[in-house]
């Protein structure tokens, strides 16, 4: 599909670029559909595109000896796959997992080093993501280790419906278990509670978040020190 140069570009990362930098980049790229349960990429692979997804969500999944992996991050339309490439590494360091479908601009790794040559802007705002995103997987970690379970899955759920756009998540308490790195009968346990406190509500593998600002103040501060790190390097 050619990019229509009119359209909202509906990325937070493309639309922080100015206007002729914004639009050269658009005219080398394409508008491509991203399937849930679709792996972009596997630990290791070839990085041959770019994403800049506008209505799709995917999750990064770190793993380890054979085990279904522990989801380090989450992208949306506020940031980029395979911004790895603006650091000339050209494998994958995480499992790249589509949680949304959704549509994404592909741009082809070639293609992106001649942006990247071609504006100092894009280069400057991709480290700046980078920056983002390091801070938030070091958050990740503190997060496992001192944060309750009703915290975490709080937070996970603010930010699968910043991606996602909608208050209505498929999201199953087997892919919350994984997105927290905990047993199913603890993601029960927090979600009764976050049901109980009329927070959300969930039904055949759909969370409805009833109640967003109640459920920010259940969520632990990693989820407004995420936001403060974007709003201050980015938007």
Not at 131 to 154: D, P
Not at 177 to 185: A, D, S
Not at 186 to 200: D, E, K, V, Y
Request: proline share 4%.
């Amino acid at each position: 599909m050619t990019p229509d140069p009119t359209a909202p570009v509906l990325n937070r990362l493309l639309e922080a670029l100015p206007p002729d930098d914004r639009a050269r980049l658009l005219e080398r790229c394409e508008s491509v559909s991203l399937v849930a349960g679709q792996v972009l990429y596997e630990p290791g692979d070839a990085i041959r595109h770019i994403h800049f997804p506008t209505t799709a969500f995917v999750s990064l999944v770190s793993t380890a000896d054979g085990h279904d992996g522990l989801q380090t991050g989450m992208v949306g339309n506020e940031g980029a796959l395979g911004y790895e490439l603006s650091l000339d590494v050209r494998n994958a360091p995480l499992r790249t997992l589509v949680q949304g479908t959704g549509l994404a601009w592909r741009l082809t790794a070639e293609s992106f080093e001649l942006e990247l040559l071609q504006s100092s802007t894009l280069k400057r705002v991709l480290n700046r993501y980078v920056c983002v995103l390091l801070m938030e997987f070091g958050r990740s970690g503190l997060c496992n280790q001192f944060h309750q379970i009703e915290e975490r899955l709080a937070r996970w759920l603010l930010t699968t419906q910043d991606c996602a756009h909608s208050p209505h998540l498929a999201l199953t308490h087997e892919v919350l278990g994984r997105m927290l790195g905990v047993r199913r009968v603890g993601i029960t346990h927090a979600a009764t509670a976050l049901h109980t406190r009329g927070l959300i509500d969930y039904r055949r593998g759909v969370i409805t978040i009833t109640d967003r600002p109640g459920l920010e103040n259940a969520a632990c501060d990693c989820y407004r020190a995420n936001r403060r790190s974007y709003a201050d390097l980015i938007a």
